[in-house]
């Protein structure tokens, strides 16, 4: 899952970004409202964590263009004010959810957590295929009764194949969820861990189907073939 911190504040944004990326998380930030509007425009993000108060462009400001280019990317604000008028503020510009300064990581997390599960995505904490289960809150993989280990970039690639059961992936798409903004990816990165994750989820299970499937010329899809 692919995640925007946009926060003037340096320290408080490189704390957010090395706590979810501890988590799994792929993650971009961006310093200032322009940057933060010009990269949540352009690019896919399954969440926007957006300060209230930013330079030039503010938080509510980032947040009403956004939704009026109709970007329904969920939006967590965060915001030092705690009064009722400035969450209904933000509320009412097309914020998701809002959190007030200081906050506990572990409260952040359940948050984000909380606005990845709604409608668009299944309530149900544990995602599953076939007989492959991941839990994105406790990072357990299983196949059958079997526990699997996996990096965290292998359990974030997987946790994106599995959000999107028998859809056909192309490597952009998978590099845009999995991997950050500035990452320097290679040609090859994609199909690299698509081997990592085929040698662990397939390779391991000889007796059953092929879970993890390459669609040549297109790209990849999970799920046993027709």
Known sequence: MRILIVEDDHKIAGAIKKGLAQESFAVDVAFDGQDGFDL?????YDLIVLDRMLPGMDGIQVCTKLRDQSIHTPILMLTAK??????????????????????AF????????????????????????EDLMLNPQTFDVKRGEKPIQLSKKEFALLEYLIRNPNKILTKDQIINHVWEYDSDILPNTV????????????????????????????????????
């Open 40 to 44: 949540a425009s352009s690019e896919e």
């Open 191 to 226: 199909e690299v861990y698509i081997g990592y994750l085929r040698n662990k989820v397939d390779k391991q299970f000889p007796a059953l189907p092929s879970l993890i499937q390459t669609v040549r010329g297109f790209g990849y899809r999970i799920g046993v073939s027709p």
């Open 82 to 103: 705690g009064q009722v008028e400035n969450r209904v503020e933000g509320l009412n510009a097309g914020a998701d959810d809002y959190l007030v300064k200081p906050f």
């Open 106 to 129: 572990s409260e952040l997390i359940a948050r984000i957590r909380a606005l990845l599960r709604r409608p668009h995505i299944a309530n149900d904490p544990v995602l599953q295929i």
